[in-house]
């Protein structure tokens, strides 16, 4: 069976320090790979998707960046973290298919002070 | 292009009273349905799936949702809440792009009152 894996599962970095957040998909090939964050209160937003190796697609300008060294990793960086950088990040995957669903992590709680 | 909107980012209901969750769906090609349940500081986890093989999809904890094309809804249902029902849940339909993409809805946070 498939199986996801991300972390860490919280993290508190101080204004301006560098990140980091991995994600790890097993048990599948060539899936798409994604991440989402939630800020307090709000829904989901869609950061970064690939459907390859370094194949990667932003959706929104922002100081995060996403890198995919192989098949069925997926890393989420920054060189400087801004306050407004908090929230709950959500790794997920999905077999190409238009009717195959997301299957998510269990998210990384990031506190930037 | 796909778009989801869900009606009430806050639904209150008592214990055993019938969960009635709404979403209604935009889009241009014959949609993929999704509904997910978070709870609290963990990720989301699949309740069904619509995928054109029935109008009525079962899923997990007692949840089912009905497709209605003419009303382009999928509303979410369970006939008798329990507190541990008490959760956000999020409508998504497949984009019909080649990103993979879903697109979610903004959400509806469930309160469960004993």
């Known amino acids: 069976s498939q199986t996801i894996h991300q972390w860490p599962a919280t993290l508190v970095q101080p204004v301006g320090s560098p990140l980091s957040l991995e994600c790890t998909v097993e048990g599948t090939s060539n899936p798409n790979l994604y991440w989402y964050r939630q800020a307090a209160g709000r829904g989901l937003q869609l950061l970064f998707y690939s459907v390859g190796i370094g194949q990667i697609s932003s959706e929104v300008p922002q100081n995060l960046s996403a890198s995919r060294p192989q098949d069925r990793q997926f890393i989420l960086s920054s060189k400087k973290l801004l306050l407004s950088d908090s929230g709950f990040y959500l790794c997920a995957w999905r077999q190409t298919g238009h009717n195959s669903p997301l299957h998510f992590g269990n998210g990384t709680r990031l506190t930037v002070t | 292009a796909q778009s989801v909107t869900q009606l009430g980012s806050h639904v209150s209901v008592s214990e055993g009273a019938l969960v009635l969750l709404r979403c209604n769906y935009s889009?241009?090609?014959?949609?993929?349905l999704f509904w997910y349940v978070q709870y609290p500081n963990q990720g989301l986890q699949l309740l069904l799936k619509?995928?054109?093989?029935?109008?009525l999809v079962k899923g997990i904890n007692g949840f089912e949702a009905e497709f209605k094309k003419s009303e382009t809804s999928f509303h979410l249902t369970k006939p008798s809440a329990h507190m541990s029902d008490a959760a956000e849940y999020f409508c998504a339909v497949s984009s019909s792009s080649n990103t993979g993409k879903l697109i979610f809805g903004q959400g509806t946070t469930l309160q469960v009152k004993p």
């Open positions: 619509y995928t054109s093989a029935a109008t």
């Open positions: 889009s241009s090609v014959p949609p993929y």
